[in-house]
């Protein structure tokens, strides 16, 4: 549990300007649900003259539209990751279409580009990037799974603040009575927003671990590799031959297995020594050492990996 929230944390802060958009639209957007729901069960109760059905009303609008709030906002980063994707391969994606005949420059592809240049094109007979391929079904995987733990995730909570508020259980909506009007609206959704997403946040992340667990979706692929290596040549660090000799494991599952009858264990699960030891056995047949010193100095992008 610990190494994913340590492996979440970094990815948030690594696009940090997306997945901060992402948070408050998520707080606001919920909380003007929900607040909107309590609102109008409110009012139709009070109209129909029955104050016991406040609660029903308000579950029965804010839990289904709440539910697709939430699905959409897990279909966007899902279109994000494939947004990133485009961008951080566009000139390897250019030269596939090169390849096939297409000229484009590498800030023209588009998201359709990367479809073709990961999985190819049967009819000409060219074949794709595997390792696009793969990130790529990855985030469908993840995307599909975490439309559904973001369903349930958002139902308990949306079921919670609405049973807090009908049993005037939360004292933060008492203490916003001084205030009147629109200022009075504005706060309590304000309120449910922030009640709603921290108890969606406190179920989603226990339930997305446990799926990862059984179901692998935070699958380290290809992507993931270069995109550490990127990482840490911005920060200024040198990369090593182990780092780079783990993106071949990731690209070529036969060396992996190599590595494993070998070794009797996964490449990851041998010490830094054993580790170190490895890539220079395997290096001088990738020419490990020379590539390395490439990626360092510039001459060669981790993308091209």
């Known amino acids: 549990m610990l190494e994913y929230l340590r492996k979440n944390i970094a990815n948030f802060f690594d696009d940090f300007g997306y997945n901060a958009r992402a948070a408050i639209t998520h707080a606001v957007g919920e909380g003007s649900i929900k607040g909107g729901s309590i609102f109008t069960g409110q009012a139709l109760a009070t109209t ?6 406040a609660f029903p009303i308000a579950m029965i609008i804010g839990i289904p539209v709440c539910t697709g709030f939430s699905a959409a906002l897990v279909q966007q980063d899902h279109l994000h990751r494939r947004f990133k994707l485009t961008q951080e391969f566009n000139q390897e994606i250019a030269a ?7 000229a484009k420059k590498p800030g023209e592809v588009t998201d359709q580009d990367l479809d073709l240049a990961a999985y190819g094109d049967a009819k000409q007979g060219i074949p794709g990037n595997p390792s696009l391929a793969a990130a790529l079904d990855h985030s469908r995987h993840e995307r599909n799974w975490g439309v559904a733990i973001s369903a ?10 609405f049973g807090l508020k009908a049993a005037e259980a939360l004292p933060t909506f008492g203490a916003l009575a001084a205030l009147a009007g629109p200022l009075a609206v504005a706060a309590e959704l304000m309120v449910a927003g922030a009640i709603g997403f921290a108890i969606y946040t406190a179920t989603k992340v226990p339930m997305h671990w446990v799926a990862e667990q059984l179901f692998d979706l935070e699958k380290t692929t290809v992507v993931d590799r270069v995109r550490d290596i990127r990482r840490a040549l911005e920060h200024g660090q ?11 494991l990731e690209a070529h599952p036969e ?22 030891q490895v890539a220079a056995a395997f290096g001088p047949s990738i020419h490990l050492r020379q590539l390395t010193a490439d990626i360092n100095s510039g001459a060669v992008r981790p993308e091209e990996l």
């Open 255 to 276: 060396l992996a297995r190599a590595v494993r009858r070998e070794h009797g264990r996964s490449f990851d699960s041998l010490s830094l020594k054993d580790q170190a």
């Open 48 to 53: 129909l003259s029955a104050s016991t059905a």
């Open 238 to 248: 040198k990369i090593s031959e182990t780092k780079v000799f783990e993106v071949f």
């Open 152 to 161: 349930v995730a958002t139902a308990i909570a949306t079921t919670l603040v």
């Open 96 to 102: 596939w279409l090169q390849r096939s005949g297409t």
